[in-house]
């Protein structure tokens, strides 16, 4: 996950930069500062802000929930083998 | 025809008269003061010199095309357009006074100009130069980059629904949205720019491009747990 975001933005920053010293006319300058502040809040977001903020407040993962629905049950068969 | 024109000229009702005195230049005011001296050979008999008159349809359409001859209704035609015959539309030029602050005057101006073209003027008259493009925009651009953002921001909290099937994970990824576009909002004076439209299409391209980044990031949070202390020792 974590690479795969990086490289997104790497590549979008590479181009970005391409089209920062090919132009120079207001929308080009306009596009590239406000591309290159679209990907840089992008990755904090990615790598700073989201998994900070899901692992307080985000809701169980999948995994998880499996593990635990695995686990009851490896439990309830260890009790059933115990009462028999 | 003489009302518009005088309205225009006079700016009725406007908060302040923003025209130059006589800078309407209207090929009507022209026309009409060729008739009246007599140089339309379909009326001459019924002129009273220095009266203005109105013409009857046919006589008016038979002395257009009698003035189109004449060298000054030659140039003048190309603010005629003629569907049939007869006149579909026109055009008219007025200069407005120079204002200090565009933001302000402008938009007050654009206000007032509409105001006094519905009331009377005919069926779709509008104003247009390019200074009024850029008066428009001061008036809608705010307005319509919130509608246009509140929209997709809406959009995007379906799909996120639909994909995650988590109330949570929804808001979330819509807090991570907003706050993207409200960072970059912020970093505008920083940026060096100004709040106009092209800035406007980029604030909203940014919703798309966070989106994606937080989207992939709350799939993935979904379906893969993370690496407790064993994993992170293997």
């Known amino acids: ?84 | 025809m003489h009302q518009l024109d005088a309205a225009v000229q006079e700016c009725r009702a406007c908060k302040q008269n923003w025209h130059m005195k006589h800078s309407l230049d209207s090929w009507y005011a022209y026309f009409s003061n060729w008739v009246s001296i007599g140089s339309c050979s379909v009326v001459t008999a019924s002129i009273v010199p220095g009266q203005k008159i109105v013409l009857p349809e046919a006589q008016f359409y038979d002395c257009l095309q009698e003035w189109f001859l004449t060298d000054f209704g030659r140039n003048k035609k190309n603010d005629i357009v003629m569907e049939d015959g007869k006149i579909s539309g026109w055009r008219e030029y007025v200069t407005p006074i120079k204002t200090e602050n565009l933001y302000e005057d402008g938009r007050t101006y654009l206000t007032d100009m509409r105001r006094v073209l519905g009331q009377y003027g005919i069926e779709k008259t509008y104003a247009y130069s390019k200074d009024l493009l850029t008066m428009e925009m001061f008036v809608v651009l705010v307005k319509e980059t919130v509608i246009s953002c509140a929209s997709s921001i809406a959009a995007i909290f379906c799909i996120v629904m639909l994909i995650t099937c988590s109330l949570r994970i929804s808001l979330l990824v819509l807090l991570c949205v907003v706050q993207t576009d409200y960072f970059l909002c912020a970093m505008l004076p920083l940026f060096d720019l100004t709040f106009n439209n092209v800035v406007a299409i980029y604030l909203l391209t940014s919703l798309g491009l966070s989106v994606l980044y937080a989207m992939q990031f709350s799939h993935k949070f979904l379906n893969v747990d993370a690496p407790d202390a064993l994993d992170r020792k293997e």
Do not use: C
């Not at chain 1, 181009?15 to 920062?20: D, K």
């Not at chain 1, 840089?40 to 900070?52: A, I, Q």
């Not at chain 1, 169980?60 to 629905?69: C, E, G, M, N």
């Open chain 1, 1 to 84: 996950m974590g690479p795969s975001a990086l490289h997104g933005a790497i590549a979008t920053l590479i181009g970005l930069a391409i089209m920062a010293v090919g132009h120079k006319s207001y929308t080009f300058n306009v596009l590239t500062k406000m591309w290159l502040g679209i990907v840089l809040f992008g990755l904090f977001h990615t790598f700073v802000f989201m998994p900070t903020i899901f692992s307080l407040l985000g809701p169980a993962t999948d995994a998880k929930r499996k593990k635990s629905t695995r686990r009851k049950v490896f439990f309830q068969k260890i009790e059933s083998m115990n009462d028999s």
